[in-house]
């Protein structure tokens, strides 16, 4: 049995993945992106460890502006600097 070989452009392509399930897009993400599971760990991560940080100072970032959420890595960033 041979092989058929079916041409689809790469706009067809990306309407398609843009009907998928957010399930489906997730499996698309980790077969395009190498190591994908551990750069979600480590973002899930880092937003738990500054919403610590966050808390050891009373503050919460929910609730925080943009604005704030600058100062305060900037901050953090500078902290040893001081």
Excluded: N
């Excluded at 399930?23 to 992106?33: C, G």
């Excluded at 940080?53 to 901050?75: K, P």
């Amino acid at each position: 049995m041979g092989r058929v070989i079916v041409e689809v452009s790469e706009s067809q392509v990306v309407e398609w993945v843009q009907q998928m399930s957010p399930e489906a897009k997730h499996e698309v993400l980790k077969a395009l992106i190498p190591r994908l599971d551990a750069f979600e760990a480590l973002v899930d991560y880092g937003s738990q460890r500054i919403r610590t940080l966050c808390a050891e100072r009373g503050l919460s970032w929910d609730s925080m502006t943009e604005r704030d959420r600058e100062r305060l890595i900037d901050e953090l960033l500078h902290e040893d600097e001081a």
